[in-house]
């Protein structure tokens, strides 16, 4: 029955008809609708241009205003507060009338006390470069009011590196005629501080002289005279004062903010909404009595479409309802899924828009995603982390705050991040890891115990993780294949069906033959005696392959069910291709070389559990332990979760964590691990499994939504009323 329901939602187009004094409210219920998608069908009426009124220029404009008087408060318009007024939007009128009368309030005082803040930002800026030039002059003693041009004589003062004075003095001497006055004093941090005077014709050759020895010029200030001890502390004194201003003025914008920032959030909003609304006029055709608008909606929400836009409006509004011939090629393709797996859904669409003929694999990738990314990051320490960040981000989303456009991505993700966080404690029990030690937990699995019963490491176990891994690849592919089956018979192509059906035929034939025959020794799968064995996924891993008392026997040699499983199989899907032309030649050949290639590919389950074990133990190895916290044994239901004893180097020990280790290695490979976990499971769903059934060529639905998270409309009903519409 699931499956009957996995491709996505088929989209119509509903059509609007309403006398023009409906305008606003049918607008407002399709924004309240939330699914209803605008079709440009102007250019069918001749209508292109549709010109804004006095109103709403006034509106776009009380906008821009409102956005400032935020920005300058520090108010964020996309942050909920969680708190929400009432407001009455019925009209355009009112919705102006409240942001003017916010923003007659506090919008001058506010300006006002930027404008003031900005001002004495840029005079403190002022007093603080003052300061630094009067203390960088204080070892000459010179009044500031010397510097400069007069009508006889040129001064100047700066910065000189204190290898170079020998060479200015020498070059005013040849310029000057020993006719200048030169101070200096040595500073700690390799330069001095000098000061020049000449005659005012030598300006310009001292000028040039200067520059090429990497002179620094201090600023002067005009208005600025006196010693530098005396310049320097009114320049200080005035930092203070100018700072203590600024933050009266800051704490009166913060007391702005407090008081207003409901309403200031409320007007921004409605003002947002108006601007929104204004934007979709330009889908709506006119005529001198009536308006009308086309749009997509999904098939299934015509009823509910009519009950809101008859409650809203009136009965002389005309709903249909149609499929037009064009619906095929160019409709949206609308996603329906429970709020709960909308993390898979975006990573479905991040690939590609499911199109008309393919499956929403949305509720599926929501499951096998996480379960392929716990067996890669298994680790029960480490998964709870995730888990409890998944928490923490589905709680702050469902009060409302943003965490920001980066994290932010973590609040969109976070029951995706649950999930990922429970299969990787699934894995971590399963193998028996706890924060990357294998010195706590017993492995549920015990096939994946670290250690053998004397104590020497398990040389096996990777055999078995390797297992595994093609294992969960070759459901996972098969999976894929199946739904390009399913699909194919939901459209009725049974003709083309034949190719995934062989092709399905052929993979488990070749799976059967590489785990219960051997990979080891292709000969055997062409031998004339004896007889096969069927595969049974993961009951046989840790027992080997073919005849290994776990996989039951079947009455046929290998090399019969090479033939009928493999070859047959393959002669068939290659003649199915061949029927489509080159595109079917180009998905034989995908399909053939996919056999192994992507079968092997899930190789890197294993490969990257090893990886994060081996490097979990390395900071074990590197860092004492410094604080070792012992664990006691655990039992529930007769299962074993934490012994009593562990063997370790043919020693028992009791179970324990050695605490820094865990920690750094958390912190570290953690982080490392994880996201690297996240892009390869990625991967595996993208490439190996995405390319058996789904093409993501799809048209993505974009309806029109009024979100409110600010404000609450008390917009009354409309009351019944006759109008002609034509």
Same mark, same amino acid.
């Given at each position: 029955?699931?499956?009957?329901?996995?491709?996505?939602?088929?989209?119509?187009?509903?059509?609007?008809?309403?006398?023009?004094?409906?305008?606003?409210?049918?607008?407002?219920?399709?924004?309240?609708?939330?699914?209803?998608?605008?079709?440009?069908? $102007?250019?069918?009426?001749?209508?292109?241009?549709?010109? @804004?009124?006095?109103?709403?220029?006034?509106?776009?404009?009380?906008?821009?205003?409102? &956005?400032?008087?935020?920005?300058?408060?520090?108010?964020?318009? #996309?942050?909920?507060?969680?708190?929400?007024?009432?407001?009455?939007? &019925?009209? !355009?009128?009112?919705?102006?009338?409240?942001?003017?009368? %916010?923003?007659?309030?506090?919008?001058?005082?506010?300006?006002?006390?930027?404008?003031?803040?900005?001002?004495?930002?840029?005079?403190?800026?002022?007093?603080?470069?003052?300061?630094?030039?009067?203390?960088?002059?204080?070892?000459?003693?010179?009044?500031?009011?010397?510097?400069?041009?007069?009508?006889?004589?040129?001064?100047?003062?700066?910065?000189?590196?204190?290898?170079?004075?020998?060479?200015?003095?020498?070059?005013?001497?040849?310029?000057?005629?020993?006719?200048?006055?030169?101070?200096? @004093?040595?500073?700690?941090?390799?330069?001095?501080?000098?000061?020049? &005077?000449?005659?005012?014709?030598?300006?310009?050759?001292?000028?040039?002289?200067?520059?090429?020895?990497?002179?620094?010029?201090?600023?002067?200030?005009?208005?600025?005279?006196?010693?530098?001890?005396?310049?320097?502390?009114?320049a200080i004194r005035k930092i203070v004062e100018l700072e203590a201003e600024t933050e009266k003025l800051r704490n009166s914008k913060s007391q702005i903010a407090r008081n207003w920032g409901l309403k200031i959030l409320a007007a921004w909003e409605v003002l947002d909404i108006e601007k929104a609304e204004m934007e979709v006029k330009n889908?709506?055709?006119?005529?001198?009595?009536?308006?009308?608008?086309?749009?997509?909606?999904?098939?299934?929400?015509?009823?509910?479409?009519?009950?809101?836009? $008859?409650?809203?409006?009136?009965?002389?509004?005309? %709903?249909?309802?149609?499929?037009?011939?064009?619906?095929?090629?160019?409709?949206?393709?609308?996603?329906?899924?429970? &709020?709960?797996?909308?993390?898979?859904?975006?990573?479905?669409?991040?690939?590609?828009?499911?199109?008309?003929?393919?499956?929403?694999?949305?509720?599926?990738?929501?499951?096998?995603?996480?379960?392929?990314?716990?067996?890669?990051?298994?680790?029960?320490?480490?998964?709870?982390?995730?888990?409890?960040?998944?928490?923490?981000?589905? #709680?702050?989303k469902r009060k409302g705050e943003e965490w920001g456009d980066i994290l932010g991505f973590l609040q969109k993700g976070a029951t995706g991040l649950m999930m990922m966080g429970l299969c990787a404690m699934l894995g971590g029990f399963l193998f028996g890891s706890f924060l990357g030690s294998h010195t706590v937990l017993e492995p549920l699995?015990?096939?994946?115990?670290?250690?053998?019963?004397?104590?020497?490491?398990?040389?096996?176990?990777?055999?078995?993780?390797?297992?595994?891994?093609?294992?969960?690849?070759?459901?996972?592919?098969?999976?894929?294949?199946?739904?390009? !089956?399913?699909?194919?018979? @939901?459209?009725?192509?049974?003709?083309?069906?034949?190719?995934?059906?062989?092709?399905?035929? !052929?993979?488990?034939?070749?799976?059967?033959?590489?785990?219960?025959?051997?990979?080891?020794?292709?000969?055997?799968?062409?031998?004339?005696?004896?007889?096969?064995?069927?595969?049974?996924?993961?009951?046989?891993?840790?027992?080997?392959?073919?005849?290994?008392?776990?996989?039951?026997?079947?009455?046929?040699?290998?090399?019969?069910?090479?033939?009928?499983?493999?070859?047959?199989?393959?002669?068939?899907?290659?003649?199915?291709?061949?029927?489509?032309?080159?595109?079917?030649?180009?998905?034989?050949?995908?399909?053939?070389?996919?056999?192994?290639?992507?079968?092997?590919?899930?190789?890197? %389950?294993?490969?990257?559990?090893?990886?994060?074990?081996?490097?979990?133990?390395?900071?074990?190895?590197?860092?004492?332990?410094?604080?070792?916290?012992?664990?006691?044994?655990?039992?529930?239901?007769?299962?074993?979760?934490?012994?009593?004893?562990?063997?370790?180097?043919?020693?028992?020990?009791?179970?324990?964590?050695?605490?820094?280790?865990?920690?750094?290695?958390?912190?570290?490979?953690?982080?490392?691990?994880?996201?690297?976990?996240?892009?390869?499971?990625?991967?595996?769903?993208?490439?190996?499994?995405?390319?058996?059934?789904?093409?993501?060529?799809?048209?993505?639905?974009?309806?029109?939504?009024?979100?409110?998270?600010?404000?609450?409309?008390?917009?009354?009903?409309?009351?019944?009323?006759?109008?002609?519409?034509?």
């Amino acid at each position: 029955m699931v499956m009957l329901n996995m491709g996505p939602t088929s989209a119509l187009v509903a059509k609007v008809v309403s006398h023009r004094d409906l305008e606003r409210k049918v607008i407002l219920a399709l924004g309240e609708f939330s699914q209803f998608e605008f079709i440009d069908v $102007r250019l069918q009426a001749k209508f292109i241009v549709v010109k @804004r009124s006095r109103l709403e220029r006034i509106a776009f404009e009380l906008l821009e205003r409102v &956005s400032k008087i935020a920005t300058i408060l520090g108010i964020d318009s #996309r942050k909920s507060t969680g708190q929400r007024i009432e407001i009455d939007d &019925s009209t !355009l009128e009112k919705s102006l009338n409240f942001a003017r009368n %916010i923003l007659k309030e506090i919008e001058t005082k506010v300006l006002e006390i930027d404008t003031k803040i900005a001002s004495a930002a840029a005079e403190i800026d002022r007093n603080i470069s003052i300061r630094d030039v009067a203390m960088s002059l204080r070892p000459l003693g010179l009044d500031m009011s010397f510097i400069g041009t007069t009508e006889y004589t040129y001064t100047t003062a700066g910065l000189l590196p204190a290898g170079r004075l020998s060479l200015l003095k020498w070059s005013l001497r040849e310029v000057t005629d020993d006719a200048y006055a030169f101070r200096s @004093r040595p500073l700690k941090r390799g330069v001095s501080v000098v000061s020049v &005077s000449v005659a005012k014709e030598n300006k310009e050759t001292i000028q040039r002289i200067l520059s090429a020895m990497g002179y620094n010029e201090v600023d002067v200030f005009d208005d600025v005279s006196g010693s530098p001890d005396q310049i320097a502390a009114n320049a200080i004194r005035k930092i203070v004062e100018l700072e203590a201003e600024t933050e009266k003025l800051r704490n009166s914008k913060s007391q702005i903010a407090r008081n207003w920032g409901l309403k200031i959030l409320a007007a921004w909003e409605v003002l947002d909404i108006e601007k929104a609304e204004m934007e979709v006029k330009n889908f709506i055709v006119y005529t001198p009595h009536s308006m009308k608008v086309w749009g997509w909606i999904p098939v299934g929400s015509e009823q509910r479409l009519t009950k809101l836009l $008859r409650e809203r409006t009136d009965d002389t509004v005309q %709903i249909t309802f149609e499929s037009p011939d064009f619906a095929e090629l160019e409709s949206p393709t609308c996603l329906i899924n429970p &709020s709960v797996v909308k993390p898979a859904e975006g990573l479905v669409t991040a690939y590609g828009t499911p199109s008309k003929s393919d499956i929403d694999p949305t509720k599926i990738l929501f499951f096998s995603f996480p379960l392929i990314f716990g067996l890669i990051f298994a680790d029960v320490g480490q998964g709870f982390l995730i888990l409890l960040i998944g928490l923490a981000a589905w #709680r702050a989303k469902r009060k409302g705050e943003e965490w920001g456009d980066i994290l932010g991505f973590l609040q969109k993700g976070a029951t995706g991040l649950m999930m990922m966080g429970l299969c990787a404690m699934l894995g971590g029990f399963l193998f028996g890891s706890f924060l990357g030690s294998h010195t706590v937990l017993e492995p549920l699995w015990p096939i994946f115990t670290y250690t053998l019963e004397n104590g020497d490491f398990n040389p096996w176990r990777q055999y078995h993780m390797l297992k595994l891994s093609i294992e969960v690849g070759a459901i996972h592919i098969s999976m894929g294949i199946v739904l390009n !089956l399913y699909n194919k018979l @939901r459209h009725r192509e049974f003709l083309k069906a034949l190719v995934p059906l062989s092709y399905l035929w !052929l993979y488990l034939g070749f799976v059967n033959l590489l785990l219960a025959v051997g990979y080891s020794d292709i000969n055997l799968w062409f031998s004339s005696t004896g007889h096969m064995n069927l595969w049974i996924p993961f009951a046989g891993i840790g027992f080997g392959s073919g005849n290994n008392g776990i996989y039951p026997p079947l009455p046929i040699t290998p090399m019969m069910f090479t033939i009928v499983a493999l070859i047959l199989p393959l002669i068939i899907m290659a003649v199915s291709s061949l029927l489509s032309g080159v595109d079917g030649l180009v998905k034989f050949m995908e399909y053939s070389l996919g056999i192994i290639s992507h079968t092997v590919s899930y190789a890197r %389950i294993f490969a990257l559990n090893t990886v994060h074990v081996i490097l979990s133990s390395v900071f074990f190895q590197l860092i004492p332990g410094i604080i070792d916290i012992p664990f006691p044994a655990l039992t529930i239901f007769g299962i074993v979760i934490i012994p009593e004893f562990f063997v370790h180097d043919g020693h028992l020990v009791a179970p324990y964590l050695p605490l820094l280790g865990a920690i750094v290695g958390t912190v570290i490979v953690g982080l490392l691990e994880g996201i690297l976990a996240f892009m390869h499971t990625l991967r595996l769903h993208y490439v190996e499994w995405f390319s058996k059934f789904y093409n993501g060529s799809g048209i993505p639905f974009k309806p029109f939504v009024i979100k409110r998270i600010h404000t609450v409309s008390m917009t009354p009903k409309h009351v019944q009323s006759s109008y002609p519409v034509a």
